[in-house]
């Protein structure tokens, strides 16, 4: 539903609510009361749930956070439900204070081995992506329970107390579609360490090649009819300009290069790539000079990875959170001029960036450090910021009647 351009933020969240009334509500009965210390100052117990903590997206951005947490402050608990363990589930399992194998695990055990560990505050970080343990959240082992980084939208379950969002992704207006209550982080939802630093930005290609290059390196899922639209009208648009899309199929290649040829665009415009080891992934980056995002759901991991490689992304701010997560990205490393509001002001910025190489070039050999120098890679702040918020949620349920 949040690729459907034709689903609304109220529609969507009604569909979880419904989600939760027929899997989760049925579990309220399994929810006993917490015994945990109310004592508001003392070190907290926080608990991570995931089955994505190795080299996906979600395992990749837990590492600046568990690596620059305040052993002070927290403790920190990792339930992994991977079940092909890699060297980053290595390394998150060092930077843990404790870690539990969860994998193949019932959601009734988990849930009774988390509130034996007397976690404090248990944070989901899937919500209903693939391994999710929802389920296990429904029976509430924890008295503050979190969602958060899976992606930014809501669960529905009513067992889950809080959202952590920033405020670009979540203006003010959109509380009412979160069965959550929606905190802001105050700067950024996501927090980016490099996976290969060692990789260098290249020049501007268009210079070298004579022509713009585009590209779109996100889940080819993404890619609606709407974007393929206004795609063809930018490519049409800058004469002898070329599209990289992520594309692994054949048959979807095919009805990519028949969209396109509806246009006029010739198919040796488009290129097709496909799904890579990480470090050929990030390196084909330098060939692209502007990355153009998806819509009705946006970039997250790949906005990230772009900018890194001195590539900008035009982004269309969406109706959700989900279609929001480059403009979050954007305004954080000061790119707000890279977003647009309408199909026809993306057209436009993609246009006129692409039409002034030297100003392209530029900002392509200053956005690394750029990009260093915003709270998207300030880790050190980005877990210090969530630390306080867990802290006004446990003083809340310290607060809170017994």
């Known amino acids: 539903m949040h690729?459907?351009?034709?689903?609304?933020?109220e529609t969507i969240y009604e569909e979880h609510r419904r989600w939760n009334e027929r899997h989760a509500g049925p579990l309220k009965k399994f929810i006993q009361p917490h015994v945990n210390n109310r004592d508001p100052s003392r070190r907290l117990r926080v608990g991570y749930v995931s089955a994505d903590f190795c080299r996906h997206p979600v395992g990749l951005f837990m590492v600046p956070l568990l690596a620059h947490h305040d052993s002070r402050s927290v403790e920190v608990f990792c339930y992994s439900d991977v079940r092909v363990p890699?060297?980053?589930t290595a390394r998150l399992r060092q930077l843990a204070h404790v870690w539990r194998n969860a994998a193949g695990m019932a959601d009734a055990q988990l849930a009774q081995?988390?509130?034996?560990?007397?976690?404090d505050i248990l944070v989901d970080l899937s919500l209903h992506s693939a391994g999710n343990r929802l389920?296990?959240?429904?029976?509430?082992?924890a008295p503050v329970q979190v969602t958060w980084l899976g992606y930014p939208g809501t669960t529905g379950l009513t067992s889950i107390d809080y959202r952590l969002t920033d405020p670009f992704l979540d203006p003010p207006v959109t509380d009412q579609f979160y069965s959550e209550k929606s905190v802001r982080l105050p700067h950024t939802f996501w927090c980016y360490e490099p996976v290969h630093p060692e990789l260098q930005v290249s020049g501007l290609?268009?210079?070298?090649n004579g022509y713009v290059t585009f590209?779109?390196?996100n889940n080819f899922a993404k890619v609606t009819p709407a974007a393929l639209e206004l795609w063809a009208r930018l490519l049409s648009a800058i004469p002898r300009s070329r599209l990289m899309i992520n594309c692994p199929s054949g048959e979807a290649q095919a009805r990519v290069i028949e969209r396109f040829s509806r246009s006029g665009i010739e198919p040796h415009r488009i290129e097709f790539v496909r799904r890579k080891p990480l470090v050929d992934y990030l390196a084909q980056f330098n060939r692209v000079d502007v990355a153009v995002d998806p819509f009705p759901c946006s970039g997250g991991t790949s906005t990230c990875d772009a900018l890194w490689m001195g590539v900008p992304t035009v982004t269309l701010r969406g109706h959700t959170a989900v279609g929001r997560g480059s403009v979050s990205i954007l305004s954080n490393v000061g790119l707000a001029n890279w977003i647009a509001d309408t199909p026809e002001q993306y057209l436009s910025i993609a246009a006129e960036m692409a039409g002034d190489l030297p100003r392209l070039a530029e900002l392509r050999s200053g956005l690394r450090k750029k990009m260093e120098q915003s709270p998207l890679m300030n880790a050190a702040q980005f877990a210090a910021d969530m630390e306080a918020a867990y802290r006004s949620m446990w003083e809340n349920w310290c607060s809170a009647p017994a």
């Open 215 to 217: 590209g779109c390196f």
């Open 113 to 119: 081995g988390i509130r034996a560990d007397q976690i």
């Open 135 to 141: 389920l296990a959240f429904a029976r509430k082992p």
């Open 205 to 208: 290609p268009a210079i070298e």
């Open 3 to 9: 690729y459907d351009p034709r689903e609304d933020a």
């Open 86 to 88: 890699d060297e980053n």
